[in-house]
Nanobody, 125 residues
């Protein structure tokens, strides 16, 4: 079992920045891809960013490319999402997710085994 706890959400003005953190329990963190997804009211959960377990390669959605950066620290069992130049359309509950051990799937929600409770990000115009 892996437990994920997100932190760092909040209310920010357009153009501002936030850094989300996700702390994971267990001993398998370094063997799992880690991702961030978000879900706005009335919309499907969508991929935001992910980081591979094998070489730390990162992937980001086109909608956040150049503004968001994902990183991981295996020594701290943590993954981060640095969000810059925030826009009102970034408003959503943001979720941290852990993929399967040694998995290469990173973009679909059904490729992830564990989810955090979510943290609200609200960007005002």
């Amino acid at each position: 079992q892996v437990q994920l706890v997100e932190s760092g959400g909040g209310l920010v003005q357009a153009g501002g920045s936030l850094r989300l953190s996700c702390a994971a329990s267990g001993r398998t963190f370094s063997s799992r891809p880690m991702g961030w997804f978000r879900q706005a009211p009335g919309k499907d959960r969508e991929f935001v960013a992910a980081v591979s377990w094998i070489n730390g390669r990162t992937y980001v959605a086109d909608s956040v490319k150049g503004r968001f950066t994902i990183s991981r620290d295996n020594a701290k069992n943590s993954v981060y999402l640095q969000m810059n130049s925030l826009k009102p359309e970034d408003t959503a509950v943001h979720y941290c997710a852990a993929g399967g051990i040694y998995s290469n799937g990173i973009r679909r929600p059904d490729e992830y085994d564990y989810w955090g409770q979510g943290t609200q990000v609200t960007v005002s115009s």
